[in-house]
């Protein structure tokens, strides 16, 4: 089964391929859902993997809903186009009506723009598709679109209660569309993600990190959040996963 994790740096990129990762979802700000990474960080990221993984970099321009406007649509084609050319593997992306239903022309839109730029490049879904009103009968939109998978919790908090839901996307999929599990996965749910029929997990393998000095005051944490703290990828997550994806 492949492993994929999601980093927010250089460093975390290396761990990742140190431990054997597949790939990684390149992004920023995990503590807001993810944000479209930099150029420098997808130059400074290549380099630490060296080619030993997969590059996909999350295309999200904010946080928030994933109801997207042209000006903003606009803004996530060029971030697509620069980050392929940049050697990308592929692009993360997804876009939804105000209703929760598959923006079916905002996302072709987005795919098109990754083709264009790079025929060869894989397209991920992102986890967009567990707010749709049936991820299960969005596979069929997803195939049709030209994407190579989707990730999902099947519609639930965690991978742990979608599972049914992921299996039954993963029969729908019947091999046209790689379903991936991510969204509160743990190492012990592997095992049983494996044998619900999907073909990837996907997980940040992140801890907090804090600095050791305490500050005087807060530098503008407005929700009692510590304003210092910040999240690294921890390597024994991702060797313990890369052990349990066999």
Known sequence: MKLE????????????????????ELCSSLE?????PSQGLMEA???????????????????GDFSYSSAELDTMEREIRSLLIQGAHGVVLGALRPGGELDIPATR??????RNSNPLAQLTFHRAIDQT????????????LGFTR??????????????????????????????????GLRIA????????GTDAVHLSAKQKASPAAPRA?????????DPMAYYVTDAAVVQAARVACG
């Open 5 to 24: 994790i999601a980093v927010v740096s250089a460093e975390g990129a290396g761990i990742a391929a140190a431990e054997g990762a597949d790939r990684i």
């Open 32 to 36: 807001l859902g993810g944000i479209t």
């Open 45 to 63: 990221a290549a380099e630490q993997v060296d080619g030993r993984l997969e590059i996909h970099p999350l295309i999200r321009c904010r946080p």
């Open 109 to 114: 839109r987005l795919a098109e723009s990754a």
């Open 133 to 144: 009103p049936d991820a299960v009968a969005a596979v069929d939109v997803l195939v049709d």
């Open 150 to 183: 989707v990730l999902s919790s099947g519609q639930s908090a965690s991978v742990h209660e979608g599972l049914d839901t992921l299996a039954r996307m993963a029969r729908r999929s019947a091999g046209r569309l790689q379903v991936m599990a991510g969204g």
């Open 189 to 196: 749910d592997i095992p049983a993600v494996k044998r619900s």
């Open 217 to 225: 005051f807060s530098l503008g944490a407005w929700n009692g959040t």
